[in-house]
């Protein structure tokens, strides 16, 4: 009668245990075009040094610079780099056998968020314009299960992002661009929608990331999204403009905003011990001086006149991206050292396993999960 008892205490532990694993849920935050040299060796000597792009090269060193790398990793980004890779993953840095990119042929942002979200690659998706996305996202994926209808959420600084989410068909609550906050969401609701429309971002389509993020955290806190993603996009555009002290700064600050967010995550009921944080992007950029504020392939530069001139070969290396993971389903590896070439198309997977769902069911043609770093 004991080992009776016994073994079933045994199976009602393991039935326990994989029913946490079900229930989990899962952030991921995107930091738009921020290279891996930067994520894994912090600010380079020759840009924080160069005129063109630092206007004050002096102050820049005081925040950023060390003669190590190491601790000029951690200058820049202290959480995502030392606390998420002690604790979990991180994947990307190609100097020491660590190596992902992306899988589409084209190397700038539609392309590759589509690919994040989706877990395929659509050749057709070959622009930045504002078409709705004909593949379905994980978050509508999801959306169209029981237990998850109004339980994906999306929040981006780019206006494209209702687009590629195709909110219209999918139903998926999208807030993006210079959309305000519902005031339900937060008693501060007003307050911020104020000053995003006071505060006048450099660019017409993207609004500056405080708001993006203050936005998802109300909705987090109200809602509480099993998915919820979070696209930050100051970095692209600050690098697009030869601005790489605001470049630095920003990937800086969106370092200190997922700290902040794991942190409020630990104390949150529903979400303390039983979330994942996943952090990747969109695209890398170019390695040089003269080229690191773009990305595209040789193939996406032969559309135009110029930029094939300029570019011929296409912007070498904008393909190659990074990963960091933690959380209960993810093993503490640290950096993880790649047998074969990583793919951006396996995120989506690999969010789909944390959360405890079968890829390919909801989506055969999905690329397979990144396996090695799963518990």
Do not use: C
């Amino acid at each position: 009668m004991n080992k009776f008892i016994k073994l079933n205490t045994l199976f009602l532990l393991l039935l326990t245990s994989q029913l946490a694993i079900a229930t989990q849920n899962v952030v991921l935050i995107t930091l738009d075009g921020v290279r891996w040299q930067e994520v894994f060796n912090g600010a380079d000597t020759n840009l924080i040094n160069h005129s063109d792009f630092v206007k004050d090269s002096a102050a820049l060193k005081a925040e950023f610079w060390h003669e190590n790398p190491k601790n000029r990793q951690q200058l820049l980004m202290p959480f995502v780099t030392q606390a998420m890779a002690q604790k979990g993953v991180i994947i990307g840095d190609r100097n020491k056998e660590s190596m992902m990119s992306v899988s589409n042929p084209w190397y700038f942002s539609y392309p590759g968020y589509s690919e994040i979200l989706t877990g395929v690659v659509d050749k057709n998706i070959n622009s930045n314009d504002k078409i709705p996305n004909p593949n379905k996202t994980i978050l509508e994926l999801l959306h169209q299960q029981q237990g998850y209808k109004n339980k994906t959420a999306l929040f981006g600084s780019w206006d494209v992002f209702p687009f590629i989410v195709n909110d219209v068909r999918s139903g998926v609550y999208v807030n993006a661009g210079f959309m305000p906050l519902e005031k339900e969401l937060s008693k501060d609701a007003s307050l911020l929608n104020a000053m995003q429309n006071e505060i006048p971002s450099p660019w017409h389509n993207v609004r500056l990331d405080s708001f993006t993020y203050r936005f998802a955290k109300a909705y987090l806190l109200a809602r509480k999204p099993k998915l919820l993603v979070i696209s930050l996009g100051e970095t692209d555009d600050f690098a697009h403009d030869g601005h790489y002290d605001h470049y630095l700064k920003s990937a800086k600050q969106s370092d200190a905003f997922i700290k902040d967010l794991w942190q409020t995550l630990q104390v949150t009921p529903g979400y303390k011990n039983n979330t994942t944080l996943i952090i990747t992007t969109d695209h890398g950029r170019g390695s040089h001086v003269n080229d690191w504020q773009h990305h595209s392939s040789k193939q996406a530069m032969s559309r135009t006149e110029q930029a094939h001139k300029a570019f011929p070969k296409g912007i070498i290396g904008s393909e190659h991206i990074w990963l960091a993971a933690m959380g209960p389903s993810i093993k503490p590896l640290g950096l993880v050292k790649t047998h074969t070439e990583l793919k951006q198309a396996q995120v989506a997977a690999t969010i789909l396993k944390v959360l405890g769902e079968n890829p390919q069911q909801l989506n055969p043609a999905m690329a397979p999960a990144i396996e090695e770093i799963l518990k």
